[in-house]
């Protein structure tokens, strides 16, 4: 999975990213996203991170939700903001990706739980990325 990690970010325009979007990051009002925090991270990414990275951690908390709810409507609304089928095959392959980040974070610490969920929530991504591929670029 890893080999193809230098192609999918090549094949991804860079645009400006918040760098750590996930659902604790975003200020929720009834029907729509009011606001987003902490952009420490912001900068120059490639066209899918921070989405990847909001879907990433959703799947975290229950694979599940990789198939239905937020993350399709997340989907839905990238589609609608102009990102094609040609960008939305490569997802599941950034999802992947963004993951390493938090598989190093426990790795550091030591975090023998959270690394032994990440390696699980890992092998998900990895053994459902062709389902997730089809679902997720589909018109």
């Known amino acids: 999975a890893l080999e193809q990690l230098p192609a999918l970010l090549a094949a991804q325009p860079p645009v400006l990213a918040h760098g750590d979007l996930h659902p604790l990051n975003a200020i929720w009002g009834k029907a729509s996203l009011r606001a987003v925090i902490d952009w ?4 120059a990414r490639p066209l899918l991170y921070d989405a990847a990275c909001c879907i990433g951690c959703a799947g975290f908390e229950h ?22 089928a040609e960008h939305l095959r490569l997802l599941p392959g950034m999802v992947l990706a963004s993951r390493l980040g938090w598989l190093s974070e426990w790795l550091r610490k030591g975090d023998a739980e959270m690394l032994d969920m990440e390696l699980d929530y890992l092998d998900i991504l990895l053994n459902t990325a062709p389902a997730l591929q089809r679902l997720w670029s589909q018109p």
């Open 63 to 84: 694979p599940s939700a990789l198939g239905r709810g937020f993350v399709l409507g997340l989907i839905l609304g990238l589609r609608r903001g102009g990102i094609g």
């Open 40 to 43: 420490e991270f912001a900068g």
